[in-house]
DNA sequence: ATGAAAGCGCTAACAT
DNA sequence: ATGTTAGCGCTTTCAT
């Protein structure tokens, strides 16, 4: 049915080696051959069988990327998919498939993952880093298999490769900008507590506010409503009464900004607010607020290209902790 | 380096062929070399190469799905990204992997989808009906390339297989939904002009209201600010003020609310509300809104299944078109 | 610069 | 019930 090798050869009238040579551009072919070859290519309408080539050379020309599944909180997929879409277009620069697959393992059977891996088909994998067990990972491990954590891993002692966003140094740019207008007392409003980058989020709060004030964190649960009581227990506090918020995401930044209007408190005047994420609320709100915007592109392409690099030789692991960017609004324009 | 089946037989002493066969789980195999071959496979840590596999079977036990790149608006993608891992989930029950590739083609190259079916890398697709120019799309057909749309084709003629969301239904029910709580003149808050979806939301909305009030679609440009503006001007229009309004997604529905309380128009007394889309904001906005939810894991698996049947037996085109369900909250509830 | 032949790991048609 | 053999379509030695 479809065109082969060997249907090139006999009309060129080569060995099918031959062909196979011109076709992956090897230098020592006469120029009149090639030129024969490639017509004939054309002409017959030629397309490479991948997986014969595959098999032969022993390798998939494909990355495996594991979903975010466990973490079915529509919310964060949303940031993933983004990586996603990165990721593919890195792979098809570097002339790699992207595969993609759960971790969610059914009753008794191997893991998807694990049988991706096993049957070679694919020569690496981004995996977000709650979605390799223990078992896998050794797997991994022992056998010497490229792999990159798409996010820091929690245990952090483990020597392995990941890139992340740098969520630390974006509650430092936060509290930085805010003490540049003026700011005096900055109340960091948290989100869900089991997101890892949430702790990440408020330690880098923690570390870069002592310098100024005491640490002033206020848990939510990540909803609005959550984030609408406990801002208003904090501007209740007269003690320490915050003059501005860093949210932990828009939702939060979301109910901080229902507190503001049923206490009246004027945005930037009174009270200053910077969010992380800019999506899908900050430039939105009113005012449009001040965020901490984190680029979801990069990550992906910067994961796969790290992935690329240790397939093609293996080197010892690496670490890469990506920028997150201020942008400026309205939220914190203290005149 | 990796255990074959030449390895399993002659740990067993038999030929490799009948490895296969009890591998493949043929029936006419003795019971006795059935479990020395299965306890070899399992000492040795078997795993099948897939790519020998598929050589030999010819066919890739995968499918692509192109991803929706060119409408690269962050609110359409949570939505596909959604349908996808619900595609991932229906390819691994039914022994699929899920290859994922942009549309998008540099240059001169062939376009990587084509290469993804012509390179025999994939048994079938799923394509968001804008990814496929004419040319590729006669490829297929002329081929007979099993392939589905996720979504409708705007050229409605085309007999090709698809799976969309009912939008017009989902109109229909909310009309259905307000009249039946007393409001009376109803007004269709358009979004981004070009999504296909809005064209059929807004169409669904003018077939149902027909019976009761002459149409009235106020067009925004997707945006919170456009529906602000827009509706302003719509609820100032004197001879046809609107005491509800169906909102084409959850944007136009914030900006909405926006205007309502700058007119000081309660909601749900005054003016009953009912948008699209259960995200990201209907269910916190105050009041919570009643929504027409759509099922985007639903559309995922339904276009996957209808795929795998397609490529295990050619049939004639489909067509599916998925119910919405209307979620009821305090936007809707006039006392 | 090119041909011949072996082989990647598996399955399947044909024997027996 | 099992062995033999021939591929699947490509790459890659090893010759010449």
Redesign the interface.
């Known amino acids: 049915m479809?065109v082969t090798v060997q249907d090139i050869a006999r009309k060129v009238g080569v060995n099918s080696s031959t062909v196979s040579r011109v076709l992956n551009g090897y230098r020592n072919i006469s120029e009149e051959t090639r030129r024969k070859v490639l017509d004939a290519a054309r002409e017959l309408n030629y397309?490479?069988?991948?997986?014969?080539r595959?098999?032969a050379k022993g390798s998939?020309a494909?990355i495996g990327v594991v979903?975010d599944?466990s973490n079915s909180e529509?919310?964060s997929?949303?940031f993933?998919?983004?990586s996603?879409?990165a990721i593919?277009?890195a792979a098809?620069s570097y002339g790699y498939?992207?595969?993609?697959?759960?971790s969610?393992k059914e009753g008794e059977k191997r893991s998807?993952i694990e049988?991706?891996v096993?049957?070679?088909?694919v020569d690496g994998l981004i995996v977000p880093p709650f979605a390799l067990d223990a078992h896998l990972l050794d797997v991994l491990n022992n056998m010497n298999f490229p792999y990159v954590f798409l996010g820091q891993p929690a245990r952090s002692g483990l020597q392995v490769s990941w890139v992340d966003l740098h969520n630390a140094q974006g509650s430092a740019q936060a509290v930085a900008h805010l003490y540049e207008r003026g700011y005096q007392r900055i109340c960091f409003l948290g989100g869900n507590p089991d997101a890892g980058f949430v702790k990440q989020r408020i330690t880098g709060y923690t570390d870069a506010i002592e310098a100024h004030q005491k640490p002033y964190v206020v848990n939510t649960k990540g909803?609005?409503?959550s984030a609408e009581k406990a801002s208003y227990q904090a501007l209740k506090n007269m003690e320490e009464k915050p003059d501005a918020f860093i949210c932990c995401d828009n939702?939060t930044a979301?109910g901080l900004m229902?507190t503001l209007k049923r206490l009246q408190l004027n945005v930037p005047k009174q009270v200053g607010i910077v969010t992380f994420d800019n999506?899908?609320?900050a430039e939105?709100m009113?005012p449009p607020l001040t965020a901490i915007d984190i680029d979801t592109d990069l990550l992906g392409e910067q994961c796969a290209t790290m992935l690329f690099q240790r397939i093609e030789k293996p080197m010892p692991s690496q670490q890469m902790l990506l920028s997150t960017t201020l942008i400026k609004r309205k939220s914190t324009e203290r005149a």
Chains 1, 2 share one sequence.
């Not at 397309?47 to 014969?52: D, E, L, T, V």
């Not at 498939?97 to 759960?102: A, F, G, K, Q, Y």
């Open positions: 479809a397309h490479p069988n991948s997986i014969a595959n098999l998939s494909s979903l599944a529509e919310f997929n949303f993933f998919s983004r996603l879409f593919e277009r098809q498939n992207v595969i993609i697959s759960s969610y998807p049988d991706l096993m049957q070679k088909q909803t609005p409503e939702y979301f229902s999506f899908p609320l939105f009113d």
